[in-house]
């Protein structure tokens, strides 16, 4: 198992930047896929970037590629989501997971076994 836990969160003008990040603990983090999701209020959950166990492999969704950079540091068990230009249809509270299959750069929600609590970013027009 492993338990994960998001910062980093706040409130940010448009054009703004902010980086995410999301500590593991408990099981070996470098053996999980790990990947961020956003859900706005009224919204379904939606995939936002996903990060191969060695780095290697990284996607995005076309909302915020060329914005957002996912990445991580296996030595420090954590995957950060570095945020910029951002946009207030950014706002939302985001998700870190992971993936126990160890492969592929999953992107629905039903893929991932574990979740953080979340954190709360808001960007101001």
């Known amino acids: 198992q492993v338990q994960l836990v998001e910062s980093g969160g706040g409130l940010v003008q448009a054009g703004g930047s902010l980086r995410l990040s999301c500590a593991a603990s408990?099981?070996?983090?470098?053996?999980?896929?790990m990947g961020w999701f956003r859900q706005a209020p009224g919204k379904e959950r939606e995939w936002v970037a996903a990060?191969?166990?060695?780095?290697?492999?990284?996607s995005y969704a076309d909302s915020v590629k060329g914005r957002f950079t996912i990445s991580r540091d296996n030595a420090k068990k954590t995957v950060y989501l570095q945020m910029n230009s951002l946009k207030p249809e950014d706002t939302a509270v985001y998700y870190c997971?992971?993936?126990?299959?160890?492969?592929?750069?999953?992107?629905?929600?039903?893929?991932?076994?574990?979740w953080g609590q979340g954190t709360q970013v808001t960007v101001s027009s």
């Open positions: 408990g099981s070996t983090f470098s053996s999980y896929c």
């Open positions: 990060i191969s166990r060695s780095s290697f492999s990284r």
């Open positions: 997971a992971a993936d126990s299959r160890g492969y592929g750069l999953a992107r629905g929600v039903s893929e991932y076994d574990y």
